[in-house]
């Protein structure tokens, strides 16, 4: 299963999608696109995990997509 994670940055400004043991995937400044763009992917790779966390960086949310 590909693991996929929503997160900020220092300051919490911009919101990354990685790929775990990949990295970066894509940067976004808000939030809902991070999320819409975390969707698309994890969707597209199915059977697959997404981890939305906070800007504390606690796992607020984990969605998962099957086949």
């Known amino acids: 299963m590909k693991n996929y994670t929503?997160?900020?940055?220092?300051?919490?400004?911009?919101?990354?999608?990685?790929?775990?043991?990949?990295g970066l995937y894509e940067q976004h400044d808000k939030l809902d696109k991070a999320i819409e763009a975390?969707?698309?992917?994890?969707?597209?790779?199915?059977?697959s995990r997404l981890q939305i966390m906070t800007k504390d960086k606690e796992?607020?949310?984990t969605r998962t997509f099957k086949d």
């Open 59 to 61: 796992v607020e949310e």
């Open 6 to 22: 929503i997160e900020p940055n220092k300051d919490a400004s911009a919101w990354f999608v990685k790929i775990e043991g990949v």
């Open 38 to 47: 975390g969707e698309r992917v994890a969707s597209e790779n199915k059977p």
